[in-house]
């Protein structure tokens, strides 16, 4: 059966220091029980975490990754550089890397692929912002996005990956998608799985909700059958209230 997971997304906030104490305190937290439990930090902290981190409960993970193997990209972090580090996992496509840096879902494709090619779990983020809601046009946006990014894989590389639905309304805005409006979509997108990959694929994949989550709404989430997990921005960087989240299952 599918995972459980929370995620945490550190985003750009925490300088090297705080980001040890913080990934230090969450290993002390965590219990290894039945959730796997991943942080995901900016690309310098990996390999300092890597170093105070339990790694059979706990494990890594990086905000991004390069769309090109290695070279001239100035400023660039590849999939590859990223494995060295120890990390397990790489965020992919998050609605602020589409938004603010121009990443389409051709660009993330190649981006997967460099991931799997690496033995780095992609967690494949998704979601429409307020207006494609608003309109109606949530669902189709959401298909599209998982279509283009994640469906011309193997089903062998597709078992590798993990989904996040992130309403992009929901992002640090305080304002969290209803448990309903949640697995609305998961429902959706498992049923998309299965109509390419088949029910089996569909019953393994795991798909994290996304966008304002906190420990005093995630047990209502984390209840609804098509909803696995969470990834998680504003309440990853204090410790007891990520833990609070991942306590919640
Ligand atoms: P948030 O961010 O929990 O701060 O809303 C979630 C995310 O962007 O992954």
Not at 84 to 101: K, M, N, Q
Not at 104 to 127: H, Q, S, Y
Not at 169 to 192: C, D, Y
Request: glycine content about 8%.
């Amino acid at each position: 059966m599918r995972k459980k997971i929370v995620a945490g997304n550190w985003k750009m906030n925490k300088n090297l220091q705080d980001g040890i104490e913080l990934a230090k305190q969450v290993n002390q937290q965590v219990l290894g029980n039945n959730v796997t439990v991943i942080l995901c930090t900016p690309f310098i902290h990996l390999s300092e975490v890597s170093k105070v981190i339990s790694k059979d409960s706990l494990f890594l993970g990086a905000e991004n990754c390069a769309s090109e193997a290695s070279g001239a990209y100035t400023g660039e972090v590849s999939a590859e550089m990223i494995k060295s580090t120890g990390a397990t996992h790489v965020i992919i496509g998050h609605s602020e890397r589409r938004a603010y840096y121009n990443e389409d879902n051709k660009t993330l494709n190649k981006k997967v692929k460099l991931a799997l090619e690496n033995e780095l779990t992609p967690i494949f983020c998704c979601g429409e912002v307020l207006a494609e809601r608003e309109s109606g046009k949530h669902i189709s946006v959401v298909k599209q996005q998982i279509e283009e990014g994640i469906f011309d894989l193997s089903p062998e590389q597709f078992s590798k990956v993990v989904i996040a639905y992130e309403p992009v309304w929901a992002i640090g805005t305080g304002v969290v998608a209803s448990p309903e409006q949640a697995q609305e979509m998961h429902k959706v997108i498992r049923h998309l799985i299965t109509e390419k990959y088949g029910k089996d694929a569909a019953g393994n994949t795991s798909i994290l909700y996304g966008g304002s989550c906190k420990p005093s709404n995630a047990k209502e989430l984390f209840d609804k059958p098509d909803v696995d997990g969470g990834l998680i921005g504003g309440a990853s960087l204090n410790a007891d209230d990520f833990m609070g989240i991942v306590n919640a299952f």
